[in-house]
Nanobody
Framework: QVQLVESGGGLVQAGESLRLSCRAS????????MGWFRQAPGKERESVSA????????AYGDSMKGRFTISRDNAKDTVYLQMNSLKPEDTAVYYC????????????????WGQGTQVTVSS
């Protein structure tokens, strides 16, 4: 079992940036891909980004491309999501997840996920 703890959320104005972090603990040797999804009130869950173990494969949702950057530090069992040029429509709870592949994460299939961190972007 893998436990995931997100941090870094908060309230920002449109155009500003935030960096989310997610640290994994437990059976981390089973982790291949890590990533993020988000959910806003009244909206469907949306895949945000994913990264492979070696970091050579990354994926982004269409509305995040060019604004968000995912990275990971395997020595720290941590994945990061740098979010720039934030928009009010980015407001959501952001969840960290692990899965066998980046494709699994982007398709919404996870092995484990965290409790989430709130991101609020004001206009």
């Amino acid at each position: 079992q893998v436990q995931l703890v997100e941090s870094g959320g908060g309230l920002v104005q449109a155009g500003e940036s935030l960096r989310l972090s997610c640290r994994a603990s437990g059976r981390t040797w089973n982790i291949y891909a890590m990533g993020w999804f988000r959910q806003a009130p009244g909206k469907e869950r949306e895949s945000v980004s994913a990264i492979s173990w070696h970091g050579d494969i990354t994926a982004y949702g269409d509305s995040m491309k060019g604004r968000f950057t995912i990275s990971r530090d395997n020595a720290k069992d941590t994945v990061y999501l740098q979010m720039n040029s934030l928009k009010p429509e980015d407001t959501a709870v952001y969840y960290c997840a692990v899965a066998p592949s980046t494709a699994h994460i982007m398709k919404g299939t996870y092995d484990s996920w965290g409790q989430g961190t709130q991101v609020t972007v004001s206009s």
